[in-house]
T-cell receptor, first 114, second 114 residues
Framework: NAGVTQTPKFRVLKTGQSMTLLCAQD?????MYWYRQDPGMGLRLIHY???????AKGEVPDGYNVSRLKKQNFLLGLESAAPSQTSVYFC?????????????FGAGSRLTVL | AQSVTQLGSHVSVSEGALVLLRCNYS??????LFWYVQYPNQGLQLLLK??????LVKGINGFEAEFKKSETSFHLTKPSAHMSDAAEYFC????????????FGSGTQLTVLP
């Protein structure tokens, strides 16, 4: 009963380095999302996907890229990390029908950029 | 346009006391409203949601919230706080009901005192 799994849980980067966060869900959900959580700001949507092979920008997409090559996976990439990208990143997914507006979240990935 | 305001970034209550967490929204039409809870080092999980079926919504763990259109509010309450309720609580709003158009509040950290 894994739900949404994020890897890695913690990462420290130097400015300018690149990295990829992986999100995997086993609920056959169509929609997947990447959020960042910063103190006092709630969660802000970075990118989302409405299905395999499709992605779209959210509220704060700059500096990030995403890919959804398989339905169960949603990758978030940082090509050149900046200190402003220090945050906790959450992946989430939603299904269809009655549960389409209820997000299932992963446990988060804490990223520090020095 | 939609926005959500949570009054009080930190709330402390004694165990057994009433919990009241405030949420006010701003939108041109009655929105979909949600409360999510985040326990330490975990992702968010749904407490309850309002989707126009009933103004008083009951959620998990004894929480409930009442939609008041005249006050544009959706405050979260629990009659008697438990130590296990200590967490951060987020109110969220979506005009369309779609998760990709969800706007989160800045969160309220609830501390329960013994």
């Amino acid at each position: 009963n894994a739900g949404v799994t994020q890897t890695p849980k913690f990462r420290v980067l130097k400015t300018g380095q690149s990295m990829t966060l992986l999100c995997a869900q086993d609920m056959n959900h169509e929609y997947m999302y990447w959020y960042r959580q910063d103190p006092g700001m709630g969660l802000r949507l970075i990118h989302y996907s409405v299905g395999e092979g499709t992605t779209a920008k959210g509220e704060v997409p700059d500096g990030y890229n995403v890919s959804r090559l398989k339905k169960q996976n949603f990758l978030l990439g940082l090509e050149s990390a900046a200190p402003s990208q220090t945050s906790v990143y959450f992946c989430a997914s939603t299904g269809q029908g009655a549960g389409a507006n209820v997000l299932t979240f992963g446990a988060g990935s804490r990223l520090t950029v020095l | 346009a939609q926005s959500v305001t949570q009054l009080g970034s930190h709330v402390s209550v004694s165990e057994g006391a009433l919990v009241l967490l405030r949420c006010n929204y701003s939108s041109s039409v009655p929105p979909y409203l949600f409360w999510y809870v985040q326990y330490p080092n975990q992702g968010l999980q749904l407490l309850l949601k309002y989707t126009s079926a009933a103004t008083l919504v009951k959620g998990i763990n004894g929480f409930e919230a009442e939609f008041k259109k005249s006050e544009t509010s959706f405050h979260l309450t629990k009659p008697s706080a438990h130590m296990s309720d200590a967490a951060e609580y987020f109110c969220a709003v979506s005009l369309s009901g779609s998760a990709r158009q969800l706007t989160f509040g800045s969160g309220t950290q609830l501390t329960v005192l013994p």
